[in-house]
Protein backbone atom coordinates (compact mmCIF):
# COMPACT_ATOMS: atom_id res chain seq x y z
CA UNK A 1 0.00 0.00 0.00
CA UNK A 2 1.73 3.57 -0.56
CA UNK A 3 2.25 5.93 2.20
CA UNK A 4 -1.05 8.30 1.08
CA UNK A 5 -3.57 5.37 1.05
CA UNK A 6 -2.26 3.82 4.45
CA UNK A 7 -2.74 7.92 5.69
CA UNK A 8 -6.50 7.86 4.34
CA UNK A 9 -7.41 4.53 5.88
CA UNK A 10 -5.68 6.05 9.42
CA UNK A 11 -7.55 9.12 9.19
CA UNK A 12 -10.88 7.13 8.41
CA UNK A 13 -9.96 4.81 11.62
CA UNK A 14 -9.46 7.94 13.45
CA UNK A 15 -13.11 9.68 12.56
CA UNK A 16 -14.58 6.30 13.24
CA UNK A 17 -12.97 5.52 16.46
CA UNK A 18 -14.40 8.86 17.99
CA UNK A 19 -17.88 7.88 17.43
CA UNK A 20 -17.80 3.16 18.42
CA UNK A 21 -16.82 2.50 21.92
CA UNK A 22 -17.00 -1.15 22.83
CA UNK A 23 -17.99 -2.14 26.67
CA UNK A 24 -17.50 -5.28 28.91
CA UNK A 25 -21.79 -5.93 27.95
CA UNK A 26 -21.37 -4.91 24.16
CA UNK A 27 -17.91 -5.17 23.12
CA UNK A 28 -16.02 -3.75 19.85
CA UNK A 29 -15.18 -6.26 17.07
CA UNK A 30 -11.57 -4.40 15.22
CA UNK A 31 -11.10 -6.19 12.07
CA UNK A 32 -7.78 -5.99 10.39
CA UNK A 33 -6.79 -7.85 7.40
CA UNK A 34 -3.17 -7.96 5.95
CA UNK A 35 -2.15 -9.41 2.34
CA UNK A 36 -3.18 -13.24 2.93
CA UNK A 37 -4.92 -13.15 6.48
CA UNK A 38 -7.73 -11.26 8.27
CA UNK A 39 -7.32 -11.02 12.27
CA UNK A 40 -10.46 -9.99 14.39
CA UNK A 41 -10.57 -9.27 18.41
CA UNK A 42 -13.18 -8.28 20.54
CA UNK A 43 -12.30 -5.33 22.51
CA UNK A 44 -13.60 -3.68 25.58
CA UNK A 45 -12.56 -0.29 25.02
CA UNK A 46 -13.69 1.11 29.09
CA UNK A 47 -11.45 -0.82 30.30
CA UNK A 48 -8.56 -1.81 27.50
CA UNK A 49 -8.57 -5.19 27.25
CA UNK A 50 -8.92 -7.91 24.41
CA UNK A 51 -11.82 -10.37 25.05
CA UNK A 52 -10.83 -12.58 22.63
CA UNK A 53 -9.11 -12.66 19.25
CA UNK A 54 -9.45 -14.84 16.21
CA UNK A 55 -7.61 -14.82 12.55
CA UNK A 56 -7.64 -17.06 10.01
CA UNK A 57 -4.27 -18.70 11.34
CA UNK A 58 -5.95 -19.86 14.53
CA UNK A 59 -5.41 -23.83 15.02
CA UNK A 60 -9.54 -24.16 15.32
CA UNK A 61 -10.33 -23.30 11.82
CA UNK A 62 -7.05 -24.56 10.28
CA UNK A 63 -9.14 -27.53 8.28
CA UNK A 64 -11.81 -25.12 7.03
CA UNK A 65 -9.24 -22.19 6.08
CA UNK A 66 -7.41 -24.78 4.35
CA UNK A 67 -10.45 -25.72 2.39
CA UNK A 68 -11.21 -22.08 1.20
CA UNK A 69 -10.26 -21.49 -2.21
CA UNK A 70 -10.29 -17.39 -1.35
CA UNK A 71 -9.37 -15.33 0.74
CA UNK A 72 -13.15 -14.12 0.86
CA UNK A 73 -14.59 -17.54 2.27
CA UNK A 74 -11.07 -17.79 4.90
CA UNK A 75 -12.75 -14.25 5.87
CA UNK A 76 -16.62 -15.75 6.11
CA UNK A 77 -14.57 -18.93 8.31
CA UNK A 78 -13.17 -16.39 10.57
CA UNK A 79 -16.45 -14.37 11.40
CA UNK A 80 -18.62 -17.82 12.29
CA UNK A 81 -15.16 -19.00 14.97
CA UNK A 82 -15.24 -15.33 16.45
CA UNK A 83 -19.34 -15.98 17.04
CA UNK A 84 -18.79 -19.16 18.50
CA UNK A 85 -15.88 -17.72 20.66
CA UNK A 86 -18.32 -15.09 22.03
CA UNK A 87 -21.17 -17.02 22.89
CA UNK A 88 -19.03 -19.34 24.78
CA UNK A 89 -18.23 -15.64 26.67
CA UNK A 90 -22.15 -14.86 26.67
CA UNK A 91 -21.68 -12.08 24.25
CA UNK A 92 -24.47 -11.81 21.96
CA UNK A 93 -24.32 -8.29 21.04
CA UNK A 94 -21.30 -6.14 19.45
CA UNK A 95 -20.57 -2.96 17.83
CA UNK A 96 -18.79 -3.38 14.29
CA UNK A 97 -15.01 -1.59 13.84
CA UNK A 98 -14.30 -2.05 9.78
CA UNK A 99 -11.17 0.01 10.73
CA UNK A 100 -11.00 2.51 8.03
CA UNK A 101 -11.32 -0.23 5.33
CA UNK A 102 -14.46 -0.24 2.69
CA UNK A 103 -17.22 -2.49 4.36
CA UNK A 104 -17.29 -4.76 1.46
CA UNK A 105 -15.09 -7.81 0.53
CA UNK A 106 -13.24 -9.51 3.19
CA UNK A 107 -14.13 -7.21 5.89
CA UNK A 108 -17.77 -7.72 4.89
CA UNK A 109 -17.54 -11.33 4.73
CA UNK A 110 -16.30 -10.98 8.59
CA UNK A 111 -19.41 -9.46 9.62
CA UNK A 112 -21.52 -11.97 7.59
CA UNK A 113 -20.03 -14.81 9.38
CA UNK A 114 -20.56 -13.08 12.86
CA UNK A 115 -24.15 -12.61 11.61
CA UNK A 116 -24.44 -15.93 10.72
CA UNK A 117 -22.81 -17.46 13.87
CA UNK A 118 -25.39 -15.73 16.04
CA UNK A 119 -24.03 -11.90 16.68
CA UNK A 120 -26.42 -9.11 16.67
CA UNK A 121 -24.92 -5.45 15.41
Given at each position: MSVKKLNRREKKKI???KKIRGTADIPR???FRSLNNVYAQLIDDFAQKTILS???LSKEIEDDV???KTKTEKSKVVGELLAKKA??????NVVFDRSGYSYHG?????AEG???GGLKF
Open positions: RISIAVVSSGKAAEHNITRVKAVARK
